[in-house]
């Protein structure tokens, strides 16, 4: 069973607000990533990493910025949310090395914006 | 076109019927598949890996086609608690970047 810890599981915030989702693991694992997913619909992914000190921008555009200090954390921030941020973010890992290795997920935070 | 496509249904489907789900990608240099479920509002888990030669768990049974570039899920016996919606996810040589399709509903009913 994965140790995955997203917190807070569920934010309600004003629009303009400087907000940070937190991602945490305990498996080691290198890549990490970040979703977002509106109810009934993909999963899209907005950032990720291979490993300390490396991060990518996914397919969605979006305003958020991560970080990847250290291995464990994955920390997601919004520098102003706006009512469009409003959706659920997932957080993922993987074991490096092999592309059969199967993501694991945590249990996502859910956004909203007034 | 989407990479990976499915049919996003809902398949509605009485306990006890066989129902398969097929997903299509478009990236012949995939290598790894996979079916993911996802309960309402939660995050998506590890159903199985999908094989070449296919597998099977229980009553689900995973096939890939490279030929024709899908992948299929058949659930036979469906359970009330089979409901959920079923990602078939994709995976590129050499990427550690998984493509997911949009998912298929399933609600099994009484």
């Known amino acids: 069973e994965a140790d995955i810890y997203q917190t807070p599981r569920y934010l309600v915030i004003g629009t303009g607000k400087k907000i940070t989702l937190e991602c945490s693991q305990t498996m080691g694992h290198d890549k990490m990533y970040w979703y977002q997913q509106d109810p009934g619909m993909e999963l899209h992914l907005i950032h990720y990493s291979y490993g300390v000190n490396s991060t990518e921008k996914g397919d969605l555009s979006s305003e958020s910025t991560v970080s990847r200090i250290r291995t464990e954390h994955f920390p997601l921030t919004l520098e102003s949310a706006r009512p469009s941020h409003t959706s659920q973010y997932l957080c993922?890992?993987?074991?490096?090395?092999?592309?059969?290795?199967?993501?694991?997920f945590g249990p996502g935070t859910r956004l909203t914006v007034l | 076109r989407k990479e990976v496509e499915q049919d996003p249904g809902p398949f509605n489907v009485p306990e006890g019927a066989t129902v398969a789900f097929n997903c299509t990608y478009s990236?012949?240099?995939?290598?790894?598949f996979f079916w993911y479920r996802q309960d309402c509002r939660k995050e998506p888990k590890l159903l199985m890996s999908?094989?070449?030669s296919g597998n099977e768990d229980g009553r689900f049974t995973a096939q890939l086609n490279r030929a024709s570039q899908y992948i299929s899920l058949l659930i036979r016996d469906s359970k009330l608690s089979d409901s959920a919606t079923y990602l078939c996810v994709v995976t590129s040589g050499g990427s550690y970047i998984p493509t997911f399709g949009r998912g298929t509903s399933l609600i099994v009913h009484p």
């Open positions: 993922a890992t993987r074991e490096g090395g092999l592309s059969y290795n199967e993501q694991f």
């Open positions: 990236n012949s240099a995939s290598q790894s």
């Open positions: 999908v094989y070449s």
